[in-house]
């Protein structure tokens, strides 16, 4: 490996095992050609810090707040300070609607929801805002021979659940595990911290992305609205939301019960489900020229 220093003076190593931690710059990634767009979920984001928005108080101080709109999703996510993170995730159509600066558009789009305006009546920006493209991905392969992908460096997911902290954590933890049975040349050791490696890189965005995929079908936010309490299905849903996937807790039958009542109600409403299938493949077009669906 080689890089140049702020002098540009050239530097070079050659580690015996390289651990990715690069986020969404995601090096390896793109140095191997293992990144790829995620196609289940095209979506992209602008968003901004402001100083003085109306924050809860008491005992939901420094909740996140999430809210809907025709487009996408807001996020409200209270920061040290009081600076305020206040953003949207939309639909490639939307985006591709602006004509305005990237503040003017993100103003407009914020004013779309009347409990965010009111929250922001007195607030002020703090620095410019920022818009990204479309950025959900992953990568083909979480780890080789002589390296291991942590975190956002292997894959991306929509952050509607605020999942990428908790996800980056534990995919480090089982990394130390790879690392140290790989530097000590211990095979056994090392077969079964890949596997598990492995499983963790992939159990989280994937059940995060059930979710994500399906979080702006009507039916689903209907069950959302609606918990039930019984046969465990509340809590194993809680629980991985709150980002208790690699635990010792027992989520399997609710999740499958939760997803069991889901499809039910999608099949007995086919009419909805329809729409909301044929709205979704709309909301994921990646076009340009794509103008926002009616009904």
Known sequence: MTASDAEGNELSWEPKFVVDASGRDTFLGNRLKLKRKNPDHQSAAIFGHFRNARRDTGETEGNIIITWFDHGWYWFIPLKDGITSVGAVAWPYYMNSRKKPVREFLMDTLALSPELADRLKDAELVEEPTATGNYTYESSACQG??????GDAFAFVDPMFSSGVMLATNSG?????????????????????RARFNWVMRTGPKEFSWFIYRVTNPNLRDIFM???????????????????????????????????????????????????????????????????ARG
Not at 145 to 150: G, H, I, K, P, Q
């Open 226 to 292: 609606d918990p039930r309490e019984d046969l465990g299905i509340k809590a194993s849903v809680i629980s991985v939301l709150a980002g208790d996937l690699f635990g010792k807790t027992r989520i399997r039958r609710g999740l499958w019960l939760f997803r069991g009542i889901y499809y039910l109600t999608s099949l007995f409403d086919p009419r909805r489900s329809l729409a909301a299938w044929r709205q979704h493949g709309f909301n994921i077009r990646d076009d340009s020229d794509a103008k926002p």
């Open 145 to 150: 021979e002589n390296f291991v992908m942590v």
């Open 173 to 193: 933890f089982a990394a130390t595990d790879v690392v140290d049975a790989r530097l000590k040349g211990d095979r056994a050791a090392e077969r079964s911290a």
